[in-house]
């Protein structure tokens, strides 16, 4: 999974949106525009995992980059309470 591969028309997890993919031979042509079918510049292809990314970009061989977050980064500065709030909560900040 080290590398990244496009999607192609003969993949088991494509699907045609608007059902028009005719396979003649070798090829996948495409009913609506009469063409080859193209994945990469076609609106209506989907990928039944829902894994297709822009340009016909297989996202099953794109391996995921996460990053963590601080949680002061995240959660901000406290807000203060006064009043009724601060009866029910108990506390006079809350994160």
């Known amino acids: 999974m080290g590398e990244v591969k496009y999607c192609y028309p003969r993949c088991k997890l494509f699907k045609c949106g608007k059902n028009a993919a005719i396979y003649r031979g070798k090829d996948v042509w ?4 009469d063409e080859k079918c193209n994945v990469a510049n076609c609106n209506y292809a ?3 995992k829902r894994r297709l990314l822009p340009e016909g970009i297989c996202g099953e061989t794109i391996k ?3 990053t ?3 949680m002061e980064e995240t959660v901000g ?3 203060k309470l006064r ?7 108990g506390e006079k900040e809350i994160f």
Not at 83 to 89: Q, S
């Open 46 to 48: 989907t990928c039944i």
């Open 68 to 70: 963590e977050k601080r």
């Open 30 to 33: 495409c009913r609506w525009t």
């Open 83 to 89: 009043g009724k709030a601060l009866r029910r909560v």
């Open 77 to 79: 500065p406290p807000i």
């Open 64 to 66: 995921r980059k996460t």
